[in-house]
Nanobody, 121 residues
Framework: QVQLVESGGGLVQAGGSLRLSCAAS????????MAWYRQAPGKQRELVAS???????NYLDFVKGRFTISRDNAKNMVYLQMNSLKPEDTAVYYC???????????????WGQGTQVTVSS
């Protein structure tokens, strides 16, 4: 099994910054996609940022130019640097990874438990 633990959430004023971290542990050979999603109250979960194993990134339009996703495969970590935060960024942020246990195996999706980010105006 793979466990994901997020950290770095909290309360910040508009215009501030936060860095989210997600540590993966367990039986892991490598990762395919690593990503961050978020879910605000009353809204559907949405993709914020993703990065493929080849380094290709994809961002939600609303966060482009403000958020940066990065990953450290050797440490089984994925990060989300969030700058110029806005009240609309308030949500629970979830780490998502696709991991496989051995060569030839399939990549399986895993989710973290979520970390709250609150941006005050």
């Amino acid at each position: 099994q793979v466990q994901l633990v997020e950290s770095g959430g909290g309360l910040v004023q508009a215009g501030g910054s936060l860095r989210l971290s997600c540590a993966a542990s367990g039986s892991i050979l490598d990762f395919n996609v690593m990503a961050w999603y978020r879910q605000a109250p009353g809204k559907q979960r949405e993709l914020v940022a993703s990065m493929t194993s080849g380094g290709r990134t994809n961002y939600l339009d609303f966060v482009k130019g403000r958020f940066t996703i990065s990953r450290d495969n050797a440490k089984n970590m994925v990060y989300l640097q969030m700058n110029s935060l806005k009240p609309e960024d308030t949500a629970v942020y979830y780490c998502y990874v696709e991991a496989r246990r051995y060569y030839g195996g399939s990549y399986v999706a895993h989710w973290g438990q979520g970390t709250q980010v609150t941006v005050s105006s």
